[in-house]
Structures are given as structure tokens and as C-alpha cells.
């Protein structure tokens, strides 16, 4: 415990260990009960044969076991890992060249942005259950608003379901992410377009580089933190989607739409086959884990804690 | 950089295309929480019909939604009061006090508030049907503040950092304690930031649906719970559930726009300042 501290010199600790400890306490405990506590729980029953359906599985340890079932003969959890990083490509790679199209147009051509970003913003800001519901809602097959228009125009067969059609759910669930979404790319690579420095621009076009070059050669690397963060925020996301799917689809027709966080909810909490349950949400929470490294070190500079974007 | 008039209006058609596209579902969204069966069945899409009122009082009052929309506010009023209650502080020592292991715990921090929520549903859901919590706004409460305190604890840390050092220290010349300081002088001055990152864990409270879900399926279910409830296979009443739609939407549209200047800031943990 350091001494009463008067002055607030540079380079001094401007609190002394006690009232620091007392800021940090709070949070510390709260996130040790409720994250940390948890997750060393869904780590360890992922070690053992925990089921609710099964009263002889009490919890018994059985090593590496749930991990071999899931590597080697849980086709279901390949099938629906592969689908959700499916998901994740299409959907964020259509969101990011549609949000920076659309970026790089209100840059050039609206000088007050105000109005169109406010309105661009609201299908980010309604709660994804609603998303799926008004989806739902727009894509019923005898009088959804937009089933009827893309029969008209011809993009959609007479007699096709999309919601029963296995071949239409998951594009058609990209695209209603793409619809909620493409909004955030515009907005986040827009404030750092806004950001910009005009130099470099000037010396290009000094240097004669027209504007695909300029673009390519200029633009693109000095944005190049601010997409790593967009593709990386939205791909995590992307990632743990569950919401829009389990309201649209519940993961249907079988099991066409089942991403992997809609199949570790059926694990848990439909079969309460609770020890491979975890060993799946493992998985789950390991992959994120990775991609918010890569997150943390391609947009954080960590030795000094300095913001490379701004 | 002086685009031409037929560039520009290309320009313009393709962003109100844009815009068009943003917006429609949501008006539709709209106009069919006011819309009779037979107009929201209607195989013919309706713009024009001759409005009813009777979707909301048929939900809210009929089949007691109500109730619903009572426990939403209270869920992401609280749970809002709490994260920014226990994470401002810390968001504060971040930002001023090095201390070995720093940058190990704000990335722990980050890592908390990406973690999927389906893989610590189970041993939350245990917990709290443990402690007899489950099925109430308690338990929901807790979740989302865990959830959020992340985020007020990576978006405050920003706020705090852009207020110069020489403020706490000049505060502390006066006489006030490090306490007093931060709490006199510092918190007022990151009194927007603080508003923005408020109202950033209201919305995502609000919007928030899997631990809702799991942790509170009937007395404590906020509205983004209840909306499901509302959508059968058969005879679907699609008036009302757009009603419980617009109400769980519509005051998060308006809230957002308000603070659209901080949500960037916000939504990128603080990476992004516009």
C-alpha cells in the first residue's frame, strides 16, 4: 500500500494500489462469477457424460471421449460447422463490398450524411427476433410482400416456398443478414474515410494515379485497419449467429439451416446431453477465441495500448 | 474531386435504391400492425387499406403483452444502471493506472463480451435454477450486465483516455481525494460518453434474445421473448405480432438515431471514432 500520495507529478501513479483495487473489484468479481465461473463449469462437464435425458450419466469423467465422438463420427456437428463458415464468407464478404460500395458513394456524392445514414441505420438497430419475424413475415409463400414481387419480376417460381425449399433457406438467410448488416460496413468505413488525410491523395494525383490507382494503391492500404476490424466484428458476429435463424427456421427444413450455434442449442438444451453438449459449445467459443486475437492484434497495437485506428 | 452531374445522379438513384431497400421492410412492418386480417392476407400486397387500431389493445391488453413490455424496460434499465456502475470504474483505472498484465485483462475483457452466448447458457441456466433465480428479471439482469460491462468498460476507457491527465491531477492540487476526483471531476466531464455508452447497453439489452430466452421463458420473458410465442404453424395473427414488433422496435430507432454520432464508437469497442 503506497503512502498518502499529494502531488500528481507526471509519471506518478495517480492512485495508490487501495482505491484501484476498490474500481476494479466490482468488475472482476462479476465477470470471475458469471463468465469465468461458467466457463470453466462448460469445460469441465466437457470432459465427462453429463446428460439430464440419461439419469445413469451423472457426470462421470471419461477424459477425451466427447471430443473423439465430435472429431470422428459426429457428422451432423462437420456439416453444420461447415454451413455456418459458409454463412460467414457469403454473408460477410457480400456485407463488405456492398457496405464499401456504398461508403465510398455518400462520400463522394452526399455532403450531408445525416439523413441517409439515419435511415440506412435501422435495419441494424431492430432486435434480431424482429428481423426474423418481419422476414418471416415478408417471405410467406401465399402473401408475403416480397414473395409477391419476386414472382413478379420472375426471380422466384410460382410454386416456390422459401422457407420449405432447401435449396433457397440459406440464401435467403445470407441475404437478410446482408440486408441487417451491410448498413454497418457503410457506417464504420465511412467514419474512417472521413478520417482520412487528404495528403496523400494530393501527391497522387500530383504523381498522375487516376482514381483506380489511387484507390488501389492509396486508399485501400491506408483503410486497412478499418477493414480488418469491420471483417473481423462482423465475421465473430456472423459466427455466433442464432437469433434470425432459430425465429426463421429453427434450423430447417432437417437440418439445411442448421448453424453451429443452433445445433449446440439442440445438443443442450433438446437432447440435455449436457457433457457433449459442452464439448460443441467448446468448439464454438475456441474459434471465436482465435478470431478475436486476430481482432485484438490486427486493430490493437498491444505493447502501448495505442489505438492504431482513429 | 468534382464528380460530374450524370456521375451524380447515378450516384443518387443507387443510394435511394439503397435507402428504399433499408427501409420498405420495415415500413411494411408498420403498416401491417395496422392492417385488418383480411388486408394482411390479401395476395395482393396492400399499400392502401383503411387503417385499424385494434391489433395493439388486441395484444396487449387481450393476451396481456403488456406485462411484457414492462419487464424489457426493466431488464435493460438495470442492467444498463449496472454495467455502467461497475464498469465506468474500472473503465477509469484502465485508463490512467499501468499496471503489469494490463493489456492481458482489457483483451480478457473483450474476449468476455464475444464469447458466444451458447456456450455459457448451460452452466448460467444451471446456476440460476440452483439459486431459484431462474425465470426472473434477476437472472437476465445479471446476464446482461456481464455481457455489456465489457463494452462500457472498452468504450469508457476511450472517453476517459481523450481527458487530459492534468485535469485529475489538477483536481487532486485542490485537495480532492482520487476518488473525489474522479468522481467530481472526470465522470462529469465524460458525462456524453457516458450517455452514448447508456444508451448503447439499452439497446443491446433490449434487443438481446438467447439468454432472455433461456434464463426467463415465462414470468420474467422481456418482449423480444414473447414475439415468438405469438407465431403458430397454422393461423398465424400477423397484425398482432407486427403490433409487439413495432413496440419492441420502434423506441430503439428513435434512441439510436439520437446518439448516431457515438454509435460507430460504440459498435467498433471503441476502435472507431467518428
Known sequence: ?310 | MTPGTAWRRIAWAVLAVAVVIAVTPYVWLLLTSFKTRVDILSPEPTWRFAPTWANYPAVFIGKEYLPLLWNSLLIAGFSTLLSLAIGAPAAYVFARERFPGREDLFFFFLTTRMAPPISIAVPLFLFFTATGMIDTLHAVIIAHTSFNLSLVVWMMRGFFADIPREIDEAAQMDGRSRLGAFLGVVLPLAAPGLAATAVLCFILSWNEFLYAFLLAAFEGRPLTVGIPGLVTPHGTLWGQVAAVAVVATLPIVVFAMLVQRHLVRGLTFGAVKA
Request: hydrophobic share 55%; with cysteine; glycine share 8%.
Open chain 1, 1 to 310: 500500500m503506497q503512502g498518502v500520495d499529494t502531488g500528481g507529478t507526471r509519471g506518478r501513479l495517480l492512485f495508490d494500489r487501495g482505491t484501484a483495487w476498490f474500481l476494479l473489484a466490482p468488475a472482476a468479481v462479476l465477470v470471475v462469477i458469471f463468465l469465468v465461473g461458467p466457463f470453466y463449469y462448460m469445460t469441465w462437464t466437457a470432459f465427462t457424460d453429463l446428460s439430464f435425458a440419461n439419469p445413469d450419466q451423472h457426470g462421470a469423467f471419461i477424459g477425451f471421449d466427447n471430443f473423439r465422438r465430435l472429431m470422428r463420427e459426429d457428422d451432423i456437428f462437420w456439416s453444420s460447422f461447415g454451413r455456418t463458415l459458409h454463412f460467414v464468407v457469403a454473408s460477410v464478404g457480400l456485407e463488405f463490398v456492398l457496405g464499401f460500395a456504398l461508403a465510398l458513394l455518400i462520400h463522394r456524392s452526399v455532403r450531408s450524411t445525416r439523413v441517409v445514414l439515419t435511415l440506412l441505420l435501422i435495419p441494424m438497430m431492430l432486435a434480431p427476433v424482429a428481423v426474423g419475424l418481419l422476414w418471416k413475415l415478408l417471405l410467406q409463400g401465399d402473401f408475403g410482400m416480397v414473395t409477391h414481387y419476386l414472382r413478379s419480376v420472375g426471380l422466384l417460381a410460382r410454386d416456390a416456398a422459401i422457407f420449405s425449399d432447401p435449396s433457397l433457406v440459406m440464401p435467403a438467410i445470407v441475404a437478410i443478414d446482408v440486408w441487417q448488416w451491410t448498413p454497418f460496413v457503410t457506417l464504420v468505413v465511412l467514419a474512417g474515410l472521413m478520417s482520412l488525410p487528404r495528403e496523400p491523395f494530393e501527391a497522387a494525383t500530383m504523381d498522375g494515379a487516376g482514381p483506380w490507382r489511387q484507390f488501389v494503391d492509396v486508399l485501400l492500404p491506408l483503410m486497412r485497419p478499418i477493414i480488418a476490424l469491420v471483417l473481423l466484428l462482423r465475421g465473430i458476429d456472423a459466427f455466433k449467429e442464432f437469433d434470425k435463424v432459430f425465429i426463421l427456421t429453427g434450423g430447417g427444413p432437417g437440418t439445411v439451416s442448421e448453424l453451429l450455434s443452433i445445433y449446440a442449442y439442440r445438443v443442450n438444451f433438446k437432447n440435455w446431453d449436457i457433457g457433449y453438449g459442452a464439448a460443441v459449445a467448446f468448439m464454438v467459443y475456441l474459434v471465436v477465441v482465435i478470431l478475436c486475437s486476430i481482432f485484438y492484434k490486427a486493430v490493437y497495437w498491444k505493447p502501448s495500448g495505442e489505438r492504431v485506428a482513429a
